[in-house]
């Protein structure tokens, strides 16, 4: 995901910051335990389709 895009992006709940996951494809928010998925490089920013972060993801926050 390129740099810039990704610098500009907010969380749609919160307006936070967003960390990427490379690994599983998608852009976590820490502050609401919530990962937004990265369809064919195009972030999908709907808190209807982000999964819940679990326990143990939301303590290693890299």
């Known amino acids: 995901m390129d740099k810039k895009l990704l610098a500009m992006l907010a969380c749609p709940v919160c307006k936070g910051d967003l ?4 690994a599983r494809t998608e852009l976590v ?18 808190s209807s389709e982000a999964r819940t ?9 890299h």
Request: glycine share 4%.
């Open 29 to 46: 928010c820490y502050q609401d335990a919530m990962a937004f998925p990265i369809r064919e490089g195009i972030p999908v920013m709907l």
């Open 19 to 22: 960390k990427l996951n490379e």
């Open 53 to 61: 972060l679990s326990t143990d993801e939301r303590l290693d926050k």
